[in-house]
């Protein structure tokens, strides 16, 4: 997969674009990057146009001097489209990305043929939520991002999975995220609005995956609306990283939800 770059307007963002057909967006979780995508894409990009961009501050994309706000982010991959030329795209977000989704939903819904979150959610921070994010901030200040990643990583596999190589192939990600990036990263997170609203209210199909043994968002937390557009889909043995824990489940989902799309 060949990594390209575009300069936008607030940053230069490096991003994958691959396939033909059907254009559909995957946004990769905090401290992730594309890479994170890396075991779905080849299959995906058999039928539709896959592109993924490393976020504002994350893989090999600049840090903006602009404010961090989820708002912001989506701005990024408002931006990113208008450069590739694409009117209309399908939107997965993982976690951070599912953040950034549900705000591009929000603001820019005329340009979404369909959206998904994956291991993400509706609600905001709660007030724990909030001041964990503030402690790793400070972690980060003070120790720089290895021991955060240490700490981070192992969670966000279930509990006694036996995906050692996988853990260490998302740590090795993480070690990359610059320090400056994650802040930003967390500060948007910390701030981001409910907006269960967008999802009771979307026109179009929306699909929501959750894992069964999720220990960071547990799928209560992700199907927190339903109804008629709505597709809940909850992956067995399964934690927060569904693209690299079932990945074969997860590319017959994104598949199916494709097919409603159209």
Not at 208 to 222: F, H, N, R, W
Request: negative net charge; proline residues 4%.
């Amino acid at each position: 997969m060949k990594l390209k770059t575009a300069n936008l307007r607030s940053v230069k963002m490096s991003y994958i674009d691959e396939g033909k057909g059907d254009p559909m967006v995957l946004l990769h979780g905090f401290c992730g990057s594309h890479q994170y995508w890396e075991e779905v894409i080849p299959e995906l990009a058999r039928d539709y146009r896959v592109i993924a961009p490393d976020l504002r501050g994350h893989g090999k994309s600049s840090i903006s001097e602009s404010a961090c706000a989820v708002e912001d982010l989506s701005e990024d991959i408002k931006d990113l489209l208008q450069h590739l030329g694409l009117e209309k795209v399908t939107m997965f977000g993982h976690s951070l990305g599912g953040y950034i989704t549900l705000a591009f939903a929000d603001h820019q819904s005329n340009r979404l043929n369909g959206f998904s979150l994956i291991h993400s959610t509706a609600f905001p921070d709660d007030e724990a939520g909030r001041k964990g994010r503030d402690e790793k901030i400070a972690q980060i200040k003070e120790d720089g991002m290895v021991g955060v990643i240490d700490q981070l990583v192992p969670k966000l596999f279930a509990a006694g999975t036996q995906q050692k190589s996988r853990i260490s192939r998302a740590k090795d990600i993480g070690y990359d995220t610059p320090a400056e990036g994650a802040i930003c990263a967390l500060v948007a997170m910390k701030n981001r609005p409910n907006r269960n609203d967008v999802i009771q209210s979307a026109k179009m199909p929306v699909l929501l995956v959750a894992g069964d043994s999720d220990q960071v968002i547990p799928s209560e937390k992700t199907f927190s609306v339903s109804g008629e557009m709505i597709t809940q889909i909850l992956l067995k043995e399964t934690g927060h990283m569904g693209m690299y824990e079932s990945p074969h489940e997860l590319i017959k989902e994104i598949k199916s939800f494709m097919k409603k799309v159209k």
